[in-house]
């Protein structure tokens, strides 16, 4: 029985998408959790054909005792890999224990630490200034010799969906920022850089046997309430010819410095008077409605063509169609107990809207956002002009009502 096993999975998105595609594709699917809730009635995970409970994803003797298993069962192991943080590089060295397609794990691993990268790609135009605090370091000194740079962006290494990301404009902030994130992190360096204005995009990107691949260039809309939450994808983005070949430029030498010859990573950049210059890299594609954005606007089913490679296969990437996608995420400005969502439907009415999701159920605790994770609805709308699959996707998001119980 030809199997793909899956280390972790969200409950939305690319991850759990991932799943649902593998089974298409004629998989016997196995996740390995360490969310006991999953394996209450699938919880939702009727795409996964075995679902096993392990306390400690990070266990490695544990989870390779577990896939040895299922190859006792009869299971005919095919790949092992990962959609989600921290298991990326973690799948890729366990699947290379069992003689599984060979992806670049040593660089995975590189692009899961954000210190790493600014050190490895140092050299490179598209670094901004950077420090890094160490745990020794004396706050005061490092505070005082970083007056003349603010406003400055504070985050652990070892972070996503904006999660603990923080922009400070005085020493005062600044010690604030290196207090609370040393409390959440203990024993970790934080990543200390300049923040960088202008338009911020997206770059989902395959890597086989050193042939780049721009699947994606996305441009993200933004907003900032002591945390940054994209609200907004625009795909494609518009940037002009010098601009893109510039773009190609900067990922290839990122590529190369980093050592990925065959995997899947995604790239936020900003464009800042002309020059794009590197926000952060992640070693997996981008999670939430991101298959869908590019689904729509390519026929490029980019989950499944990252699958092929991880089973050994040459990924399929020729555009089918080519339309502008918009995609609109949904926050909140208050926090309470959900009673309802209303207007789904209303919103599936309107021309040009592909697809509508509400992530939050009945009884669930929302607030405002402080990560990605607090996006609570999102609505894709396509057209053949970016300005009207934008207009279509904010016009369906206003039907979206969510009535909270004040808490």
């Not at 799943?19 to 996964?48: C, P, Q």
């Not at 992190?185 to 990107?205: A, N």
């Not at 309430?225 to 907004?232: A, D, M």
């Not at 300005?387 to 016009?395: R, T, V």
Request: glycine share 6%; aromatic share 8%.
């Amino acid at each position: 029985m030809k199997t793909i096993v899956f280390i972790g999975s969200n409950e939305f998105g690319t991850s759990k998408e991932a799943l649902a595609i593998a089974k298409e594709m004629g998989y016997f699917v196995v996740l390995l959790t360490d969310k006991r809730k999953l394996m209450m009635n699938n919880h939702g995970f009727s795409e996964v054909n075995q679902i096993v409970f392990m306390k400690n994803l990070l266990d490695e003797k544990q989870v390779i005792e577990q896939i040895k298993k299922l190859e006792k069962e009869g299971k005919q192991i095919c790949a092992c890999l990962s959609f989600i943080d921290p298991f990326v590089s973690y799948a890729s060295r366990i699947a290379k224990q069992f003689g599984l397609e060979q992806i670049s794990v040593d660089s995975l691993n590189l692009m899961e630490d954000k210190i790493k990268v600014r050190e490895k790609l140092a050299n490179l135009p598209i670094t901004p200034f950077y420090k890094v605090f160490h745990c020794a370091d004396s706050p005061k000194e490092f505070e005082k010799n970083s007056k003349a740079f603010f406003p400055l962006i504070v985050k652990p290494p070892i972070s996503n969906g904006s999660k603990d990301v923080l922009l400070v404009n005085s020493v005062e902030m600044l010690e604030d920022a290196i207090i609370l994130l040393q409390k959440k992190h203990p024993k970790s360096s934080l990543l200390i850089e300049e923040y960088l204005p202008g338009p911020q995009f997206l770059i989902e990107i395959i890597v086989y046997n050193s042939e780049i691949t721009l699947v994606g260039v996305i441009e993200q809309k933004v907003i900032y309430n002591g945390r940054f939450i994209v609200i907004g994808y625009k795909f494609p983005a518009k940037v002009n010819t010098n601009e893109y070949k510039n773009l190609y430029r900067s990922i290839s030498s990122i590529v190369e410095q980093t050592g990925l010859t065959t995997g899947s990573c995604h790239i936020e950049m900003k464009l800042v008077q002309g020059e794009w210059k590197l926000i952060e890299i992640n070693p997996r594609m981008s999670g939430g409605a991101m298959n869908r954005i590019i689904e729509e606007g390519t026929g490029i089913n980019l989950i499944k063509e990252i699958i092929k490679m991880y089973l050994g296969e040459e990924p399929t990437l020729i555009e089918t169609r080519k339309q502008y996608v918009y995609a609109r995420y949904l926050t909140i400005e208050s926090r309470g107990k959900l009673l309802k969502v209303t207007g789904k439907e209303l919103a599936l009415m309107h021309d040009g809207v592909k697809y509508v999701y509400i992530k939050p159920l009945k009884g669930k605790i929302l607030t405002n956002p402080y990560s990605m994770g607090n996006r609570y609805a999102c609505i894709i709308a396509a057209s053949e002009s970016d300005e009207k699959a934008e207009a279509i996707a904010l016009a369906a998001a206003k039907e979206i009502k969510f009535y909270l119980e004040p808490l």
